[in-house]
């Protein structure tokens, strides 16, 4: 097996991460988190560490033992896991991936145009999954089976916004936010009321300790749709979720892109999110971001993704220390990229951010 790359092992401790992400005084050590890993970075590691050498293909809990040897490896403290059986179909287009991580069918996106919603007899015919005929087999497993020092962060879910825009097309969206509203929000109210189930059966699992919200808000220069808008159609159902989470004892954390200085006090004060990951240093950077929220509110990743892709070793170890010197007093922050390890991120790189991650002190 090739040498480890990291400098210092890693112990999870899940109760210390909440610890942190709940703002409860400086870590012992960073504690790293991601949204998610691309599952072509997740091959190139556990290929080129023989994390899977122990495992055998057929076992039917091979992904799951595969993603607890992978993210033990990687020193995080939790899984990402939710339910089954909740696929939405919208319209795809498809382009060639150039990354060096390819993937052989191409990447996908979503067609901006137009979506399977585009009127009212669309809404009636689509095929809206029941949240109450979800599977939660990796969750049960998961509870049986995650190492002692490892919890579960459920997700992701919470896609308001997203879902908005995916299921009508964003232009279509734009456009009916004035022509069709009542349509918009009969979609907006459809969605909340299945992620209201969704996140009231994450949180029956002793081993959640924190759920995922994720819904992509903004874009470079604002939001994606008016303030107001969102304030009446997404923020409703991240506070809905938000405090079913609460109620559990568990913190709500906020994955969204974009530019959202306009909502930043709704998400801290109304929707009262405990943690808000993606940050681009075009828009914020992290460090900046903690001198603006930091006293309320816990900052996760922005390690900048573009940075990762182009910078050197050197100057990627140095940004995450000088990042760790900013961020890390009081807790309340967790190191990570600024949005995904997508599959176009050198490995290498996104190794040394973590290997650096656990020299800091």
């Not at 055998?56 to 799951?64: K, M, N, Q, T």
Request: with cysteine; glycine share 8%.
């Amino acid at each position: 097996m090739p040498a480890s790359p990291f400098a210092k092992e890693i112990t999870p401790d899940w109760e210390s991460l909440v610890r942190c992400v709940a703002r409860k005084g400086t870590p012992e050590r960073v504690h790293s988190l991601e949204l998610f890993l691309d599952e072509e970075t997740k091959q190139a590691i556990c290929a080129r560490h023989g994390l899977t050498e122990d495992l055998s293909g057929s076992d039917p809990a091979y992904l799951l033992k595969r993603e607890i040897a992978l993210q033990r490896f990687l020193g995080y403290d939790y899984v990402l896991c939710g339910l089954e059986g909740l696929e939405m179909p919208v319209n795809w287009l498809n382009a060639e991936d150039t990354a060096e991580n390819k993937r052989d069918a191409g990447r996908d996106f979503i067609n901006e145009h137009q979506g399977p919603i585009t009127t009212w007899e669309e809404f009636e015919a689509y095929p809206w999954p029941d949240p109450r005929d979800a599977t939660s087999l990796a969750l049960e497993w998961y509870e049986k089976n995650l190492p002692d020092g490892m919890c579960v962060l459920g997700g992701l879910t919470g896609h308001f916004a997203e879902n908005l825009s995916w299921l009508m097309g964003y232009e279509t969206l734009c456009y009916a936010l004035y022509d069709q509203r009542d349509l918009v929000q009969a979609i907006a109210d459809r969605c909340l009321e299945m992620d209201r189930q969704v996140v009231a059966r994450l949180v029956e699992f002793d081993r959640v300790k924190m759920v995922w919200g994720s819904d992509d808000m903004g874009f470079r220069s604002g939001t994606l749709i008016g303030p107001d808008d969102l304030r009446a159609l997404a923020l409703p159902g991240h506070k809905a979720l938000a405090q079913i989470t609460h109620d559990t004892g568990r913190l709500y954390l906020l994955h969204s892109c974009g530019n959202l200085a306009t909502i930043m006090d709704d998400l801290i004060e109304d929707v009262r999110i405990d943690a808000k990951h993606s940050f681009e240093d075009t828009i914020v950077d992290v460090r900046e971001a903690k001198a603006l929220w930091g006293d309320r509110l816990t900052l996760l990743g922005g390690i900048d993704m573009d940075f990762m892709c182009r910078a050197e070793e050197s100057a990627i170890r140095e940004r995450v220390r000088d990042t760790l010197r900013v961020c890390m007093p009081g807790g309340g922050y967790c190191l990570g990229t600024g949005n995904t390890v997508a599959n176009y991120v050198p490995v290498d790189s996104y190794l040394a951010m973590l290997d650096e991650g656990r020299r800091f002190a």
